[in-house]
């Protein structure tokens, strides 16, 4: 059996390394042509652990080439990128790209599953029409069907294998078929429906943790009007067993919460109301974090701000969609003495932390990297203009005796009386 992959991020890369661990010879197609080259050569362009050891692996075993063009395959499988346009409305570019660049090459039995996240009714309304453009019956002579991925950065490798999945066939022959495909590596269970189903159920996994969030903070939006630590409430209210409050914190990143929630509203405006209110109210959070930025350093002169942290989430160098980088574009037209610091991240603008810690009146913690949790304090405090630091995950414990004064979400109204804290 020989499967293609078209689309070689987040999901296709590791989908393929997978597959072609388990014995099957694999195409992995990409646009982008250095991307091939690397990987040809056993370099990642994707942050992920024990992904790189995995491709090494494969690699020596020639299951896996790598390539700019699909090729004649028994299975094909499109995991493209599907983002959002400047007015919310997806974009399904990509996967109308992907799915004509395979109907050259498509013949009778072939199977082929979109694993990208796509608004409800993509795959009858979209990739259908595209594969009947190859002349095949697409309901009798080929078998389609959406088996979205749903494993979370950081774990990929270990999700992937034990999460359950779904596959959703236009037909319950190309769902069965899908499911055995899968069965290859995947422990977990494979629950069996229609495309349509599948499509809303992962986009409904990811709305429901966007809305939970925004549930957290709209709670320590309203907590900090009335002066109570919302840290405190959520783990009270959280000891009932039914229910579960999220953590508040400076906004909703990633390419997929703060993105598939809008497949499903722009399908059904009128009803995706609350869908769309929470979308509206994590996109706030940077705004609040900056104000009560704004609120500490009220009296202090030219502030200088060390931001730590500018991935989306802890312990990865993703910057999709990252509230970190809403939160320092608005510092940035504030203030002009900012330093940025991210132990995974490389570019121009990040510093090393001593640098940015040098002489500074406030650290910002935007990200929660497991390096932020076991700082020095001591040395922190020796090192700053003012011993000061605002940390929005909620990592840093707060300890009244430390020479380097935390704020929080749960406590940072307390300075709404001083105004500022004084040294
Ligand atoms: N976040 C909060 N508060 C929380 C939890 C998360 O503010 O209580 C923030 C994070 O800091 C981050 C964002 O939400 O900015 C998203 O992080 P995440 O860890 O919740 O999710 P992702 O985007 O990395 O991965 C999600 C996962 N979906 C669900 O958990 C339902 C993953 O399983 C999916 O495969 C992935 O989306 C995807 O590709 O769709």
Avoid: W
């Avoid at 020596?60 to 983002?83: C, K, M, N, Q, R």
């Avoid at 903070?217 to 999220?246: G, Q, S, T, W």
């Avoid at 939160?327 to 132990?343: A, G, M, Q």
């Avoid at 910002?364 to 995950?393: C, G, N, W």
């Amino acid at each position: 059996m020989k499967i293609c992959v078209i689309g070689l991020g987040y999901i296709g890369l590791p989908t393929a390394i997978m597959f072609a661990k388990h014995g099957i010879s694999v195409h992995g197609v990409d646009i982008n042509s250095t991307v091939i080259e690397n990987l040809s050569s056993g370099q990642i362009h994707i942050e992920e652990p024990g992904l790189k050891e995995m491709l090494a692996d494969v690699l020596e075993t020639s299951e896996l080439e790598f390539g700019t063009h699909p090729v004649e395959a028994d299975v094909y499988i499109i995991a493209v990128p599907t983002p959002v346009n400047e007015d919310k409305s997806p974009n399904l570019d990509y996967v109308i790209e992907a799915t004509q660049s395979i109907v050259p090459y498509i013949k009778k039995g072939n199977l082929v599953i979109l694993e990208s996240t796509v608004p409800p009714r993509t795959t009858e309304d979209v990739l259908l029409p595209i594969l009947r453009k190859s002349n095949l019956n697409v309901e009798s002579e080929l078998f389609v069907a959406h088996s979205p991925e749903r494993v979370l950065p950081g774990k990929l490798l270990h999700e992937l294998v034990n999460n359950d999945r779904i596959a959703g066939g236009i037909n319950s022959e190309s769902a069965n078929k899908t499911a055995e495909l899968y069965r290859v590596f995947v422990k977990g269970n494979i629950h069996l429906t229609d495309a349509t189903t599948a499509e809303m159920t992962k986009c409904m996994e990811n709305t429901y943790r966007d809305v939970n969030i925004a549930l957290a903070n709209e709670l320590a939006k309203v907590c900090y009007d009335l002066d109570i630590n919302v840290y405190d409430v959520i783990e009270m209210a959280n000891k009932h067993p039914r229910v579960n409050i999220h953590s508040p914190g400076p906004g909703v990143g990633g390419h997929c919460l703060a993105i598939d929630p809008y497949f499903i509203y722009n399908q059904s405006p009128h009803n995706a109301k609350l869908i769309k209110l929470a979308r509206e109210t994590n996109d706030s959070m940077p705004k609040f974090v900056a104000d009560i930025i704004e609120m500490l350093l009220i009296s202090v002169k030219q502030p200088k701000i060390a931001v730590f942290g500018t991935s989306y989430k802890g312990n990865i160098n993703d910057q999709r969609e990252s509230p970190a980088l809403k939160v320092i574009e608005i510092l940035e037209n504030k203030y002009s003495n900012l330093s940025i610091y991210d132990p995974y991240v490389t570019s121009e603008e990040i510093v090393s932390m001593e640098e940015a810690v040098k002489d500074a009146d406030l650290i910002v913690v935007l990200t929660d990297h497991s390096e932020f949790k076991e700082m020095d304090h001591h040395y922190l405090a020796r090192q700053m203009r003012t011993p000061l630091i605002f940390d929005t995950k909620n990592i840093i414990p707060v300890n009244k005796d430390s020479e380097l004064q935390v704020v929080n979400f749960g406590n940072s109204f307390l300075n709404k009386y001083s105004q500022c804290i004084s040294y």
